[in-house]
């Protein structure tokens, strides 16, 4: 398994694996934005919007990679404000359900971490409804600030709360 950053060409070349990834996780129910039903082809639209801003750099697009195809993938994102040039926002951590409990998504963090400091971020923040990564953020040395109730839905209903975290890298 090989984590890399997916360049324009590499990111738009791996949109219908990464679609794969991501509506393999609505369906599980994961809070990632969408609702089921959630079709390939939604997915695929999200994933070329996400390749163009990788190609404007507004995005920095990581896949995990097994035997020739994404199984996993996640974000950073610089943020666009002048005042805040020291911080990234992680977004979309993606395992599939298939390749999840052996490592992978701890990885990607760690690989988000070490692309981050090279950039001289100092801080990197994000928000999760997903209770499997808390533990991770958790035991990786992500601290927890707070919760803000019904922020979001589940894929099938119902509110979910949101739990936002942040890591200082600096040090
Ligand atoms: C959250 C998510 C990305 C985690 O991905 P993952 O690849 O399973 O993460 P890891 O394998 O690094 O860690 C998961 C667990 O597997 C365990 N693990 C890691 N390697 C292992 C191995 N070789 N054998 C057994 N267990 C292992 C970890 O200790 C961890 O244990 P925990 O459940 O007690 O915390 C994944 O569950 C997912 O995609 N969820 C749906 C989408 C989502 O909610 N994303 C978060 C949005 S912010």
């Given at each position: 398994m090989e984590i890399g950053i997916l360049d324009a060409g590499q990111a738009r070349q791996r949109i219908p694996e990464l679609a794969l990834i991501l509506q393999d996780c609505v369906a599980k129910?994961?809070?990632?934005s969408f609702m089921n039903p959630f079709s390939l082809a939604e997915a695929i639209g999200y994933f070329t919007d996400i390749a163009e801003a990788a190609a404007r750099e507004e995005v920095v697009l990581f896949a995990a990679v097994e035997n020739g195809r994404a199984v996993g993938t996640v974000q950073l994102h610089p943020t666009w404000?002048?005042?805040?040039?020291?911080r990234g926002e992680i977004a979309k951590m993606l395992v599939h359900s298939a390749h999840r409990k052996q490592g992978i998504g701890q990885k990607l963090l760690e690989s988000v971490e070490l692309e981050a400091k090279k950039r001289g971020y100092s801080l990197l923040t994000l928000d999760t409804a997903s209770g499997d990564a808390e533990r991770l953020y958790a035991r990786i040395g992500y601290k927890m600030v707070g919760i803000i109730p019904n922020y979001a839905l589940w894929p099938d209903g119902g509110y979910c709360d949101a739990v936002f975290y942040y890591k200082l890298i600096d040090g």
């Open positions: 129910g994961a809070s990632v404000k002048p005042n805040q040039p020291h």
